[in-house]
């Protein structure tokens, strides 16, 4: 047994790798493949084929202004006697117009958002985290150790946050105290985005959840339904399993579903629930999830109604959705099971940086097209083509994504990926710092992270009516989304009630960055 435990600690993940390993993030950008650049193009003219009807509408109603009244009486005499020719054009304008109407999408507005700040004495210090640690009893000395290292190197700060159950001593993970901590995150979020949007939820008419490890019966949605009293005909889902890209998941699902369903209000609830979740075991690998993942959550309502647009803050422009879990390396990087002792964990692959990279290389590849200015795509394009086509030795032309977005959120998933990914999309620290202040003020709130970050930079008061921010979040299966917003508005952070408001002036806050420390 002695022997399997030193094999395990010696194959799992570690605190500091050489720059040579494959734990640090690929530098995906420089092999780029063909086949994700045309899926990229397949996703732009198969969502835009009806804006190729707006030219023709334009030019006939452009022409028909044109006529005179004795042309329309000549038109009309000669129309009396040619039934097919009305008929025809009839029908053909009658076409037209469906195809128009049933083909162009609706328009989803992002009213507001709200995220969950947890009570003062839920607070965990490094120096609280490896107390109680300590007096649980169930770590071994040199794991102890290793959680020190990591709570260092991880970039977060002295202000996150953990639930109650887990804080106290001895700790008390039960299904009660999982519930309590839902509760808790669920309706403090939902009330502060009701309260500051003024709808009533009996007008919410879609509520998608996500949780990716607590699925309790009934389920998280049904908490919200019954705790809020819901109509008996909403249309609602609970997501589980999916990870930390889960939020962007359920942006994705509430927005097809706006689509089919005209006048409606769709609530999205996206968290992480700690209490059940809290490995006591000795595997490295599901020890560093203790030292990453925090308390948290977030609430979002959108709307397809155009009369919402001019109170809404942001319009959803784009969701590309990529997922690997067909290989099974991404397949296992992140899986949930028991250790040798029979203690139920979150084991991270020693891969997991080489598989977020490709990932992250087929979403981008695949969001170029859509969203980068045709200067960048040409030059991009020609560079590819040399290179894969003609097999000409040249660099590789790395697109500018600055000039495509005005703000980034990335996944506060760990301090290695937010390096990672500033080196390869070369970005500035301004950039960054909505990110990295999140993983330090919040920690790794899993799906929810991005609104925190996106509440971080409205608290800022850089978001400038037609900004347009870039979401992107990466979890288990493997999978990584992205979702493009606008901004319809000036956010006047003087107006806001977010975490940040009370405290905005403290950040950014130095955090040294360590490209090899696990995430």
């Keep these: 047994m002695e022997e399997k435990q030193q094999k395990q600690i010696n194959t799992s993940v570690s605190i500091r790798v050489p720059p040579s390993s494959k734990n640090i993030l690929p530098d995906f950008l420089q092999s780029v493949k063909l086949k994700y650049v045309k899926l990229g193009y397949h996703y732009l003219i198969s ?28 038109l009309w005499t000669q129309l009396r006697f040619n039934l097919v020719s009305v008929i025809l054009c009839s029908a053909l304008l009658v076409f037209l117009a469906t195809l128009y109407f049933m083909s162009r999408p609706r328009k989803v507005y992002l009213l507001d958002f709200a995220c969950y700040k947890p009570e003062q004495d839920r607070m965990c210090t490094r120096e609280i985290f490896m107390e109680r640690s300590t007096l649980t009893g169930s770590f071994h000395e040199d794991n102890l150790t290793f959680q020190q290292k990591i709570l260092e190197r991880s970039g977060l700060g002295q202000s996150t946050y953990l639930p109650e159950a887990v ?53 998280l949605s049904a908490m919200i339904v019954n705790h809020y009293k819901l109509r008996g005909n909403i249309i609602s889902y609970n997501l589980g399993g999916m990870g930390c890209s889960a939020g962007l998941i359920s942006i994705d699902l509430a927005k097809q579903l706006l689509q089919v369903h005209p006048n ?3 609530l999205v609830l996206s968290m992480e629930n700690i209490t059940l979740n809290w490995y006591f075991g000795n595997n490295r690998s599901m020890l560093v ?5 925090r308390m948290g959550g977030a609430a979002i309502l959108l709307s397809n109604r155009s009369s919402d647009r001019r109170r ?32 139920v964990g979150v084991a991270l692959s020693k891969n997991l940086m080489a598989v977020a990279g490709e990932a992250l290389k087929t979403n981008i590849t695949t969001l170029g097209p859509i969203v980068l200015p045709m200067s960048e795509q040409l030059l991009f394009f020609m560079t590819l083509v040399g290179r894969k086509v003609l097999k000409m030795k040249i660099k590789p032309y790395i697109p500018d994504f600055k000039l495509a977005f005005e703000h980034f959120c990335i996944h506060a998933g760990g301090r290695a990926v937010l390096d990672e990914l500033e080196k ?22 899993s799906s929810s992270s991005l609104w925190y970050e996106l509440a971080y930079t409205e608290a800022k008061g850089r978001v400038k009516r037609g900004d347009r921010m870039w979401q992107i979040a990466f979890g288990s299966g493997f999978k990584c989304n992205s979702a ?16 940040w408001m009370d405290e905005i002036d403290q950040f950014p806050v130095h955090v040294p960055k360590v490209s090899s420390v696990v995430s």
């Design 484 to 499: 493009v917003w606008r901004a319809l508005k000036t956010v006047n952070p003087a107006k806001e009630k977010n975490p």
């Design 264 to 266: 409606s209000y769709a």
């Design 424 to 445: 390869n999309l070369e970005l500035t620290d301004w950039h960054m710092e909505p990110s990295r202040m999140t993983l330090h003020r919040f920690g790794n709130t």
């Design 167 to 219: 804080l106290r001593v001895p700790p008390n993970p039960c299904m009660a105290e999982a519930r309590k901590e839902a509760e808790m995150v669920m309706f403090g979020a939902v009330d502060a985005l009701l309260a500051k949007t003024g709808v009533k939820a009996k007008d919410i008419g879609i509520l998608v959840v996500n949780c990716s490890l607590f699925n309790p019966t009934p389920s």
């Design 312 to 343: 809404s803050k942001y319009q959803l422009i784009h969701t590309v959705r990529t997922h690997k879990g067909a290989d099974d390396n991404s397949f296992n990087c992140v899986y949930q099971e028991e250790d040798e002792t029979g203690r």
């Design 47 to 74: 969502h835009a084929m009806y804006l190729l009807l707006i030219p023709l509408l334009v030019v006939a109603s452009a022409h028909i202004s044109t006529l005179s009244v004795d042309d329309l009486t000549e």
């Design 289 to 293: 999830s203790n030292c990453l993942f």
